[in-house]
């Protein structure tokens, strides 16, 4: 059986309060601060950023798949709820709390939870406090997201508008390797690939984890691991 625990780079910050989820990266130069808890298989590269604020108000839970990006940041003064296959790109920032000046003497300030849904891509962008995006919500690059996003929207802009709704999902046909495959089937050797059902059945080969590997790179992941020999789904 494959290694389960989190490999994380020595030169991460990780404080008291922070779990990570079975299979996860965590790369160089990574902080990770106050009440955090972060599924499995999560890739988290180098600067990026968990924290800000009063630990006992702000707090991250996320699903499975967190993929954060160089220098993204998520700050926690208030909470935040991240699901499924969430994937912040280079420089995306996550803003529970927004202001400096004397609120007092009327200046802004800003401060309330964020919750994103599964399946959702932000690269680079920003989003402000008291957002809520559902699920299949592609973000188009470098958008301030100050208001709600429904599910299955393309959306985008300073400030974000909806570009296209219920764009996502739809069942498609992949170009692999220069063929056009519409069957949610593919085989290697003796292993079986569901792309709908995200099932695998069958043994464990250099050739099928590299096969895994790169539906990976094309977003299609599994809950599936090495179990002696045999891929198994996840408890």
Excluded at 103 to 132: D, M, S, Y
């Amino acid at each position: 059986m494959k290694i389960r625990e989190p490999q994380i780079h020595p030169t991460a910050q990780l404080g008291p309060d922070v779990e990570i989820g079975d299979w996860s990266v965590i790369h160089a130069n990574v902080i990770i601060q106050g009440k955090v808890k972060i599924g499995r298989e999560a890739w988290i590269n180098p600067y990026a950023e968990i924290g800000g604020g009063r630990r006992e108000l702000g707090s991250l839970q996320t699903g499975d798949f967190l993929h954060m990006g160089k220098y993204s940041f998520i700050n926690i003064a208030d909470r935040v709820t991240l699901g499924h296959e969430v994937g912040l790109g280079m420089w995306t920032a996550l803003y529970t709390h927004g202001g400096y000046l004397d609120e007092a003497r009327g200046f802004p300030n800003q401060r309330g939870p964020i919750t994103i849904g599964n399946e959702v891509w932000l690269p680079k962008a920003i989003v402000l406090p008291n957002v809520t995006i559902g699920n299949h919500v592609v973000i188009a690059a470098e958008s301030l997201v100050n208001k709600d996003i429904p599910s299955g929207c393309l959306a985008g802009g300073i400030p974000t508008h909806i570009i296209e709704r219920e764009k996502y999902p739809i069942r498609t046909i992949l170009d692999w390797n220069g063929a056009l495959v519409d069957d949610r089937f593919l085989g290697i050797g003796d292993t079986e690939f569901d792309l709908l059902a995200k099932r695998i059945e069958g043994p464990v080969t250099e050739e099928t984890e590299r096969f895994k590997d790169s539906l990976r790179r094309r977003g299609i992941r599994f809950r599936y691991y090495d179990k002696g020999g045999i891929y198994a789904p996840w408890d």
